[in-house]
């Protein structure tokens, strides 16, 4: 059906979620600070990694919610 869920790929998984809430946080934080560049940095990385966790979110469980 589904295939072997390892457990790589659920850490995997999790150390992406909370690498993109810590730069949501790192984002929120330079902004209220106003440094500008910083924001810019962490809000893309926050991006990057949110677009990252949604990859791995569909690899690993999305199979049965699109089919």
Avoid: P
């Avoid at 106003?34 to 677009?51: E, L, M, N």
Wanted: glycine residues 8%.
């Amino acid at each position: 059906m589904l295939g072997d869920v390892g457990i790589a790929e659920i850490r995997m998984f999790l150390i992406l979620t909370w690498t993109s809430v810590a730069a949501a946080i790192a984002a929120a934080v330079f902004y209220k600070m106003h440094f500008r560049k910083a924001f810019a940095i962490a809000a893309y990385s926050g991006v990057i990694t949110f677009a990252l966790t949604t990859w791995a979110y569909f690899s690993i469980w999305g199979y049965g919610i699109i089919h």
